[in-house]
């Protein structure tokens, strides 16, 4: 039997899921590079070796920056570039939402 799933309706059902107050901070998984300087406190910068600044990630993959009870951003007024730019029902906040959901 060959099942097939209809991408748009499923986009379009998903969008109207995925927002924040029930996703879990999905995106906060994702690795974010430090482009500009808004002020993120230095206890949640990575440093690589060629001297690149990412949020820093703990042992759970999550960033350093997320309330772990809360699932909120604490330094929301200082956060990075990207993560301001990371819009709610966005193409690439559904593909982590959906791939959350798939845990
Ligand atoms: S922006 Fe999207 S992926 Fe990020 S927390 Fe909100 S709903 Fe989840
Ligand atoms: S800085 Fe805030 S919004 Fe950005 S990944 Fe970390 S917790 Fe999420």
Redesign the pocket.
Known sequence: MTMTIDIKNLTEITATE???S???????SLEVLIITDTGVPERHIAVDQYGGETMLRLEDGRCSALDRDT?MCTIYENRPWICRE?????Y???N??IA?KGN
């Open positions: 995925a927002t924040c029930n996703c879990l901070a999905a995106c906060c699932q990371f819009e709610m029902g966005s690439e906040c559904i982590e939402f959350k």
